[in-house]
């Protein structure tokens, strides 16, 4: 599939953005979407996950840091992902990926498992 993020910025902290991720091209047996962040000098990090074919809140997976602050949802008839961010931290500076894979038992947090990304959309936080 083909993936495009949008929506980042700059804001000050205590503020709110939400990124989007267009999704197109061949969905079949896709399975899970997710979002990603990486900091200068730091690795590509999980930040939040859904199920493709489940919406619901069961599916959803955060890191446990923006829990409460950030949600991870979908639109099925926009074939588009999802996050809002709300309470934005200086420390969640960084650049933000959507990325999306087929079904595998392996950690959903590993960056290694996702199969496309689209190319990612720079979110600042000041203070």
């Known amino acids: 599939v083909q993936l495009q993020a949008s929506g980042g910025g700059l804001v000050q902290a205590g503020g709110s953005l939400r990124l989007s991720c267009a999704v197109s091209g061949r969905t079949y047996g896709l399975d899970r979407m997710s979002w990603f962040r990486q900091a200068p000098g730091k690795e590509r990090s999980f930040v939040a996950g859904?199920?493709?074919?489940?919406?619901?809140?069961?599916?959803?997976q955060y890191l446990d840091s923006v829990k409460g602050r950030f949600t991870i949802s979908g639109d099925n008839a926009k074939n588009t992902l999802y996050l809002q961010m709300n309470a934005l931290k200086p420390e969640d500076t960084a650049v933000y990926y959507c990325?999306?894979?087929?079904?595998?038992?392996?950690?959903?947090?590993?960056?290694?498992?996702?199969?496309?990304w689209g190319r990612g959309t720079q979110v600042t936080v000041s203070s």
């Open positions: 990325a999306a894979r087929k079904k595998t038992f392996r950690s959903i947090e590993s960056s290694s498992t996702y199969d496309d």
């Open positions: 859904i199920r493709w074919t489940d919406w619901s809140d069961g599916s959803t």
